[in-house]
């Protein structure tokens, strides 16, 4: 794309997809024709900068790719310097600054994908599709359950989508030449092998309950808890769920103590934010929660931005999963056309809503300062703490981040009481939790087990093949461990952490899946700071060497890792670049990869 903004102009197309998210303009500052009050003053900013992703995303679903013209055009309806547009667009993988096809399918190659074949599946799919699909290898499309995964979008006005998963190379070409002919997508309760058994608390809805209605919703007790939520007031709310003890499932702070630091402060309202990017690797319980029980997280969000005095909610979504957001959008439409949002929820004077914000497709987004930074318009890049977010986070206010986990978890704490709660888990990690179970397993899904259950138990009930080799856990910041090592209890106190459980027999060839990992951090560092912008890059040079030799040059490259490694973790700004070593110095000293 040229930098040299102004000169070019937007499509009809291109247009209509910034007016219909912005309005019309209303003077030549944003686009209109020159009028004469226009040429005796400018019109000032509205301050509308946080709209700028929204309206990337506008023109990328009419168009499928953001043109220069586009691009000026939107920067000059917000008011935006061009350059820093261009950065935010750039930023993200979902967006092209070069034509495109309006078709693209993604294909996951991320590390469930890959060791299901993916490779395969691209390389066929490539063989077989027209001029007017653009295949991308993507990373992890969190289906992870139905690898290997694709995803279809069609841009156009509406925009098209289709899931063809598990995917082969007909049902992708087919999807993809003809989104609206391929078969639909199975349903929520697909992904979770526990349906319909006793003891499930946080899936117990999951194919029992008609994800599109309200009355069903409350049929199963729902609003239950909001109802004791406001008999109890903010204050006792957050009281009850710090003396539950559950804590948060990235980084594992008590919930309750977090909701009573942000409605301390003094600069009020502050802002709730539910982080439903869930971009890592191998992770899909969030996308299975909305997917199958929506009116849970938004009754769950009311119920915490009560307790902390917000007023305004933001529900950011990933753009891959548009079933997901399809159904949130509805649920959210329904609880404020019956009363559950708005000015006066519940008629109890409490004013609430809940704004869905859509991302573009960038990891390291999902950490809470980056996501800030995304949704008032900027690139999605980590700030510097302190101060912390619940001091100062969203547009400068107090700011309360969770995962839909989280908050969905806060439902039966007040709706059974925190005794009740406390039964099950550990003394510090009370509950259930749950686990995204996927790779060599016969049942993969979502898991939900007592806290504290060890992972040989988990992936007993999945159904782990032969041939055992290595089990990952938490993810691509986490750790892999031997067969011999699963009896450890599974809890926040131990190693829990995202809830991502891997599984890879001997068929999978590690070093390769080792150097996708290494792919996968350099490709989502934001690179604002050295040790991860580098670093990331150092780390996938030398398991790519050691993928294809051995002898003295590959010891020389495990000192090597090992010394980037610790830079990262020591230096990095934030846990992208602190946790970039973790699965790497796992495997090499407890798997004795390169041995």
């Known amino acids: 794309m040229d930098l040299r903004f102004g000169d070019s102009e937007p499509t009809d197309d291109e247009r209509a997809a910034v007016d219909a998210l912005l309005g019309p303009p209303t003077s030549f500052w944003e686009g209109a024709e020159r009028s004469e009050a226009d040429l005796r003053r400018a019109r000032p900013s509205r301050g509308r900068r946080h709209l700028l992703l929204p309206g990337l995303l506008a023109i990328n679903d009419r168009v499928g790719w953001i043109s220069e013209g586009a691009l000026t055009y939107l920067c000059r309806r917000l008011t935006v310097p061009p350059a820093e547009a261009y950065g935010v667009a750039t930023f993200s993988t979902l967006f092209s600054v070069r034509p495109r096809p309006a078709t693209v399918l993604r294909v996951c190659t991320d590390l469930v994908c890959t060791a299901a074949g993916a490779s395969g599946l691209c390389a066929g799919v490539e063989e077989r599709l027209g001029d007017g699909v653009h295949l991308e290898r993507s990373p992890c499309l969190g289906l992870c359950e139905r690898a290997p995964a694709a995803l279809v979008t069609k841009a156009g006005d509406p925009v098209r989508t289709a899931v063809p ?52 919703y409350r049929a199963h007790g729902g609003y239950t808890a909001l109802r004791r939520a406001f008999a109890l007031g903010p204050a006792g709310v957050a009281r009850e769920v710090a003396d539950s003890g559950p804590v948060g499932q990235g980084a594992a702070f008590p919930t309750g103590r977090i909701w009573q630091a942000a409605a301390s402060r003094p600069h009020h309202p502050p ?265 990331t890059v150092r780390q996938e040079e030398a398991l790519r060497r050691l993928v294809e030799r051995t002898g003295a040059a590959a010891a020389d490259d495990i000192v090597r890792l090992r010394d980037v490694g610790r830079a990262m973790r020591d230096a990095s700004m934030c846990g992208l670049g602190q946790n970039a070593w973790n699965a790497v110095e796992s495997a090499v000293d407890r798997l004795g990869v390169y041995g």
């Open 165 to 216: 998963a598990p995917a082969t190379v007909d049902g992708a070409v087919l999807a993809a030449s003809a989104p609206d002919s391929a078969s639909e997508e199975p349903p929520a309760e697909t992904a979770v092998p526990q349906t319909g058994q006793d003891g499930l608390v946080l899936l117990s809805r999951v194919g029992a309950v008609d994800p599109s209605s309200l009355d069903d």
């Open 271 to 535: 802002y709730l934010v539910c982080n439903a990017g869930e971009c890592a690797p191998g992770a899909f319980r969030d996308r299975v929660l909305i997917e199958g029980d929506p009116f849970a997280l938004v009754e769950a969000m009311t119920i915490a931005a009560y307790a902390i005095g917000a007023h305004h909610g933001y529900l950011c979504l990933r753009d891959e999963f548009p079933r997901a957001t399809s159904r949130m959008r509805h649920a959210v439409e329904q609880a404020r056309t019956r009363g559950l949002l708005g000015d006066d929820v519940l008629g109890r004077g409490y004013a609430f809503d809940i704004e869905i914000r859509r991302g573009a497709g960038a990891y390291v987004s999902g950490e809470e300062t980056a996501l800030f930074n995304s949704l008032e318009g900027h690139r999605g890049e980590p700030r510097c703490q302190p101060p912390s977010p619940a001091e100062q986070g969203l547009f400068g206010r107090p700011t309360v981040v969770h995962d839909v986990e989280t908050l969905v978890g806060v439902l039966p704490i007040l709706a059974r009481g925190e005794p009740a709660y406390a039964e099950t888990g550990t003394e510090k990690s009370a509950g259930t939790k749950l686990f995204c179970v996927s790779g060599s397993v016969e049942r993969p899904g979502v898991y939900e087990l007592p806290s504290g259950t060890p992972p040989a138990e988990l992936l007993s009930a999945a159904g782990v093949r032969e041939n055992l080799r290595a089990v990952l856990l938490g993810g691509a910041t986490g750790g892999f461990v031997r067969p011999d090592e699963l009896d450890v209890p599974f809890a926040f106190e131990g190693r829990a952490g995202s809830g991502v459980v891997v599984a890879f027999d001997d068929t999978v060839p590690l070093p390769r899946l080792l150097l996708r990992i290494a792919e996968f951090f350099r490709d989502e560092s934001c690179g604002r700071c050295v040790p991860c912008r580098v670093g």
